[in-house]
C-alpha cells in the first residue's frame, strides 16, 4: 500500500523545537515533490513548506519562513520539517503528501495522488 506516515509532533513550549518526519512506504520517495501542511482546530488545512524531488529547491510559507527548514534524505525514503523558535499560532496537526509542483507565490497546492493520513500533532503551549 502507499503511504507517507508522519511522526515527531508533541507538546512544547513557545520558543521549542520539534523535528518531523515524513516516511514513505510502498513507492521511492525521491521521485516526488512533497509538502507539508497542516490544519490548527477550526481552521482550514493550508500549506506550509514544500522541497523538491531533489531538494535543491525548497519554499515556505510567509509565517514559518526563518523558523523552519524542509529537508529530504532520499536513501532514507524520508523527508523532515525541523521546527524551531515555535509559537501558539504554529499549533496543529501537521501532513505530508506528494505535489506535482511547488507552488509559487500566491498559488495553491498541487496535489499530486493519494489521500490524507492521521498526521501528526504539534501543541505549542505559551
Known amino acids: 500500500q502507499l503511504q507517507l506516515v508522519e511522526s515527531g509532533g508533541g507538546l512544547v513550549q513557545s520558543g521549542g523545537s520539534l523535528r518531523l518526519s515524513c516516511a514513505a512506504s510502498?513507492?521511492?520517495?525521491?521521485?516526488?515533490?512533497i509538502g507539508w501542511f497542516r490544519q490548527a482546530p477550526g481552521k482550514e488545512r493550508e500549506g506550509v513548506s514544500c522541497?523538491?524531488?531533489?531538494?535543491?529547491?525548497?519554499n515556505y510559507t510567509d509565517s514559518v519562513k526563518g523558523r523552519f527548514t524542509i529537508s529530504r534524505d532520499n536513501a532514507k525514503n524520508t523527508v523532515y520539517l525541523q521546527m524551531n523558535s515555535l509559537k501558539p499560532e504554529d499549533t496543529g496537526v501537521y501532513y505530508c503528501?506528494?505535489?506535482?509542483?511547488?507552488?509559487?507565490?500566491?498559488?495553491?497546492?498541487?496535489?499530486?495522488?493519494?489521500?490524507w493520513g492521521r498526521g501528526t500533532q504539534v501543541t505549542v503551549s505559551s
Open positions: 510502498g513507492f521511492t520517495l525521491s521521485n516526488y515533490v
Open positions: 503528501r506528494t505535489l506535482s509542483a511547488c507552488p509559487r507565490r500566491g498559488s495553491g497546492w498541487p496535489i499530486l495522488f493519494g489521500s
Open positions: 522541497i523538491s524531488s531533489s531538494g535543491s529547491s525548497t
